[in-house]
């Protein structure tokens, strides 16, 4: 099986080692997750009381748990589609396919690796959040499920990313539409309620709206597990249609290149 | 051991078909290193990423040691040593160590087996004074002989290696093939290449494609003796369909190199054995088909003159 040394090689090696070899974008990556916060910081200062009609106690706090999670899954999306783009151009991705564990080893690592990075990043926006004294009041069990359930709907949606990927090569509508429409549709950075009704419809199709809204209950309300359970139950409706749906799309796709041989760029 | 039973594989793109392979036969034993020869496009790659079951035929059958590539191609890739063209195939920030241990890692290695399989393997291909630089400041040779070293990292029965020694100097190359001779003494190899001089050296069988029909195959032996002696020509002005038998030009001569029972007008210069080159020149077609129809007929002689 030798799942340390694939931790090792994807986590470390491939991940880490890389990452970290391109020091300029390192920097520009960790002030990436670092700047919104205080944009938003101070856009909430500035309007006040204003958003408390809306049913926000604070802003802050708010905000706070939207960015430390929206890179879940909108940066575990691109990240992965990019990197089966560039194995595809650099021809590593024939020696994926031959791997042990083939492509869903790939995949599935390489989303680990996605979610390391979202974490550390995760990690330092929730610490500058208790800088900025937001009353953190956390349910362990509670946040660990819909943090769970959050991770593997990403999973689901990477899936169907990458495979749009090994289809179409570029323009990938998947990946456009998460990098592009999450700040905007899934109650990021301002609750999904003050949208026109026919694009909060929409945004109630994002799994990461419910995470977001479930992970405000139980990382600043303290809800258990009984509190949140209408919205486990819609995440848990996401991850049975995504799970299966993503797997059976990604490995047609491969499939798919395999006869048309298109793996590496033809 | 390698079988291949009357593989097929037609492209389409864009409404054209491309026929790449057509019903291509022929069997490899243990220990047997073979060369697979052909112009541009005559459907090597296809071929070598069929049996890597990276590609999969439309017709016809393939079993690596016995197990056929599409219905298990999952047991067939242990079973494989793959060496692929592109030699950006490996993470250029990374040291040669380094991504040999990521391959093996995601072969299936444990870290430990990683570290000391990678070592041993750096040795082997005289590359472990390198092992620490990053990949991108390797030699095309060194990058070559790296990705020898992943192809063996499970110890494969098989290795499959497409144009391997591309871009090598002389002096590498030569002591890759005396480590592919070591290595192909207990496994199958097939090559494919477009250096004769060196599928001579290395090669005990030849398979020779065209337009992506296997047209000859047999060992270097075998072959020469087929096409038995050339004879150097001088001539005037060759037929269209000499052309690619030209080996030397001055201002009123051509000089063909045929053999020896075809027809050609002129002044016989001398006589020589066939060399695999030969047997190539005589059996294939001219060029690739592509770039036949881009130079135009008669173009040839503009050049020549
Ligand atoms: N994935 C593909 N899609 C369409 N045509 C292809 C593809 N792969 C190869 N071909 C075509 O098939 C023929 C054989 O190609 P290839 O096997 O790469 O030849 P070789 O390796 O001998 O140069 C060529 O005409 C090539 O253009
Ligand atoms: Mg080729």
Redesign the interface.
């Known amino acids: 099986?030798?799942v340390?040394?694939?931790l090792?090689?994807?986590i470390y090696?491939?991940g880490f080692?890389?990452w970290s070899?391109?020091k300029t974008q390192m920097v520009l990556n960790v002030l990436s997750w670092i700047l919104p916060v205080f944009t938003y910081y101070f856009v909430g200062t500035s309007l006040g009381g204003e958003l408390e009609s809306f049913g926000i106690s604070s802003y802050t706090a708010f905000v706070v748990i939207g960015l430390a999670f929206q890179g879940y899954v909108s940066s575990t999306i691109t990240t992965i589609s990019q990197r089966l783009r560039n194995e595809q151009?650099?021809?590593?991705i024939?020696?994926?396919?031959?791997?042990?564990?083939?492509v869903l080893?790939?995949l599935i690592y390489s989303a680990l690796w996605g979610f390391t990075i979202n974490s550390v990043n995760a990690g330092v926006i929730l610490g500058i959040g208790e800088l900025l004294h937001v009353d953190f009041h956390v349910n362990v069990l509670s946040t660990l499920i819909v943090f769970a359930l959050l991770l593997s709907s990403a999973l689901g949606l990477s899936m169907i990313s990458a495979g749009f990927t090994m289809l179409v090569k570029q323009g990938n509508p998947i990946s456009f539409f998460f990098s592009t429409f999450t700040t905007l549709m899934s109650g990021t950075v301002f609750p999904v309620t003050v949208l026109p009704s026919w694009i909060k419809d929409i945004s109630l199709a994002i799994p990461l709206t419910w995470a977001l809204e479930g992970l405000r209950f139980t990382m600043l309300e303290g809800y258990g597990i009984g509190g949140v359970l209408g919205i486990v139950e819609v995440l848990l409706l996401f991850n049975a249609v995504l799970l299966p749906l993503g797997g059976w799309f990604y490995l047609y796709s491969f499939?798919r290149s395999?006869?048309?041989?298109t793996?590496?760029e033809y | 051991m390698i079988e291949v039973d009357k593989i097929s594989k037609t492209f389409r793109v864009k409404g054209k078909e491309i026929r790449a392979l057509d019903k291509i036969s022929f069997q490899l034993g243990k220990g047997e290193i073979c060369g697979l020869v052909g112009h541009n496009g005559a459907g090597k790659t296809t071929l070598i990423k069929i049996l890597s079951t990276l590609i999969v035929p439309d017709a016809g059958e393939a079993r690596v040691e016995n197990h056929d590539v599409v219905k298990e191609a999952n047991f067939v890739r242990k079973l494989l040593g793959v060496m692929t063209v592109s030699e950006r195939a490996f993470y250029y920030r990374l040291t040669g160590m380094e991504n040999l241990m990521f391959f093996a890692s995601i072969r299936g290695l444990s870290l430990s087996e990683a570290r000391s399989r990678a070592k041993e393997l750096l040795e082997m291909v005289g590359l472990l004074e390198w092992k620490d630089i990053p990949y991108m400041k390797y030699s095309t040779g060194m990058a070559r002989k790296l990705a020898l070293a992943r192809a063996l990292i499970t110890d494969p029965p098989v290795i499959l290696m497409d144009e391997p020694t591309l871009g090598m100097d002389p002096i590498s190359s030569r002591e890759f093939r005396r480590l592919v001779e070591s290595l192909g003494r207990n496994r199958t190899v097939l090559m494919t290449s477009h250096n004769m001089v060196e599928v001579e050296d290395l090669a005990d069988r030849v398979v020779i494609l065209n337009r992506g029909k296997l047209i000859a195959s047999g060992s270097p032996r075998e072959l020469k003796e087929r096409v038995g002696t050339m004879k150097l020509v001088r001539t005037k002005m060759p037929d269209s369909r000499l052309r690619k038998y030209i080996v030397g030009l001055s201002d009123q001569y051509f000089i063909l190199r045929v053999p020896e029972n075809m027809n050609v007008e002129g002044d016989e210069v001398s006589r020589e054995p066939a060399t695999l080159e030969d047997v190539f020149v005589s059996l294939t077609d001219e060029v690739d088909s592509t770039t036949n129809r881009s130079r135009g007929g008669g173009g040839w002689r503009r050049w020549a003159s």
Do not use: D, H, Q
Not at chain 1, 89 to 92: I, K, N
Not at chain 1, 94 to 102: F, I
Not at chain 1, 258 to 261: L, P, S, T
């Open positions: 099986m030798g340390l040394s694939k090792y090689a994807y090696l491939r080692r890389i070899s391109y151009l650099y021809g590593t024939e020696y994926y396919v031959l791997s042990e564990g083939g080893s790939f499939n395999r006869r048309k041989g793996l590496s």
